[in-house]
């Protein structure tokens, strides 16, 4: 994807993205508000764009095996739990987030959104990036991962 927008995505350790960027090895980071805060990485970067082009899910996973040896009461129980769960997770991070944004901010870096002409050509230019995928990622996973762009993609 940083490929398909002009630039050269280079893969380096999470432990060195800090010196990196200080260094001036690396231009920028992909990484979200919350860990470019924890990371410390707003002390060493003078811009932070919001571009929100990925949405990293969390999911509780149980195999088939445990779910089929559950009562249905527990079984529903594990359900309304894991709804419960995720819900307030989510509501939760949109919360930090907020806060570290705010935090950023707060340290002199300049935070800036991507507008609407400016998503809908990121969405021009990287919209070939998931069938570069076909051969790596099975046919399942990418059909799966368009029909929820195509449910939530902006």
């Not at 990485?41 to 764009?49: A, G, K, M, P, S």
């Not at 990293?56 to 445990?66: G, H, L, P, V, W």
């Not at 709804?83 to 997770?89: C, F, G, I, V």
Request: with cysteine; charged share 20%; hydrophobic share 40%.
């Amino acid at each position: 994807m940083i490929n398909a927008l002009g630039a050269n995505a280079t893969t380096i350790g999470f432990s060195e993205v800090y010196t990196a960027l200080q260094q001036g090895v690396v231009d920028g980071h992909d990484v979200g508000i919350g860990l470019t805060y924890t990371a410390r990485l707003h002390e060493v970067i003078n811009y932070y764009t919001i571009t929100e082009h990925c949405f990293a899910a969390n999911a509780y996973i149980f195999s088939e095996a445990f779910m089929l040896s559950l009562p249905d009461d527990l079984v529903r129980v594990l359900e309304e739990g894991t709804r419960y769960a995720l819900y307030h997770q989510r509501r939760l991070n949109a919360e930090q987030d907020a806060e570290f944004l705010e935090r950023i901010k707060a340290s002199g870096v300049q935070v800036n959104r991507l507008s609407d002409e400016e998503r809908a050509r990121w969405q021009e230019a990287t919209a070939h990036v998931i069938d570069n995928l076909a051969g790596t990622v099975s046919a399942e996973i990418l059909e799966a991962a368009k029909r929820v762009n195509e449910i939530y993609g902006n």
